[in-house]
């Protein structure tokens, strides 16, 4: 059963610590994105990836945010220094980026406290 | 500019009634639109989606949406509410050249009362 995987699936940490989040697409999947999910801001697009080279990171704060795909089977989002409006749970999906108008494939999400 | 307006930010209905989720949408282009799915602590779940063919669409769990270009919106439709339908629905677009990003609107809390 293909799936995207998340880890870890909840994180607590202070502010001004470093957060790393993994995701590792379905295989063969080529296109992968990361949402960021918070009730005043509902769904939105941080960052996304084709063939590991990024697209677009327009949607990510450039200060303290970071996205990369070390290779093919994961996708990382670091942020550094965490604060505590970064609270929020965090989504990756994938897609097979053969055509257009691709079914978006979710993960469980993230769910991140910064205290 | 591409943009999703889902007209309803929380929907209530009895079991085995009708339930209406509105999505309207403006795009510059011809738009591909999705209904998604969240339930508690989940991931999104893809509902159904329209991508230029036929204007109705049927989904998963007895879903479906119609598209009218003229009315620029894509609501979703179920004839019977079931206990399992409550959760938070998504509508997306995504047109062509956006490198197939999706742009969610706020989203609607649908409650399915007994």
């Known amino acids: 059963d293909a799936r995207v995987t998340q880890t870890p699936r909840h994180k607590v940490t202070e502010m001004g610590q470093e957060v790393t989040m993994r995701c590792q697409p379905i295989?063969?999947?080529?296109?992968v994105f990361w949402y960021r999910q918070t009730m005043m801001q509902g769904l939105e697009l941080l960052a996304y990836f084709r063939n590991r080279a990024p697209l677009d990171d327009s949607g990510m704060p450039k200060d303290r945010f970071s996205a990369e795909m070390p290779d093919a089977t994961l996708a990382t989002l670091k942020i550094q220094p965490s604060e505590p409006r970064d609270s929020a749970v965090y989504f990756c999906a994938s897609d097979p980026g053969q055509s257009s108008y691709n079914e978006q494939f979710f993960g469980p999400g993230t769910r991140l406290t910064v205290l | 500019a591409q943009s999703v307006t889902q007209l309803d930010s929380h929907v209530s209905v009895s079991e085995g009634t009708p339930v209406l989720l509105r999505c309207n949408y403006s795009?510059?282009?011809?738009?591909?639109l999705f209904w998604y799915v969240q339930h508690p602590n989940k991931g999104l779940q893809l509902l159904l989606k329209?991508?230029?063919?036929?204007?109705l669409v049927k989904g998963i769990n007895g879903f479906e949406a119609e598209f009218k270009k003229s009315e620029t919106s894509f609501h979703l439709t179920k004839p019977s509410a079931h206990m399992s339908d409550a959760a938070e629905y998504f509508c997306?677009?995504?047109?062509?050249?956006?490198?197939?990003?999706?742009?969610f609107g706020a989203g609607t809390r649908l409650a399915v009362h007994p």
């Open positions: 329209y991508t230029s063919a036929a204007t």
């Open positions: 997306g677009l995504m047109f062509s050249g956006g490198y197939n990003k999706l742009i």
């Open positions: 795009s510059s282009y011809s738009p591909s």
């Open positions: 295989l063969g999947h080529n296109t």
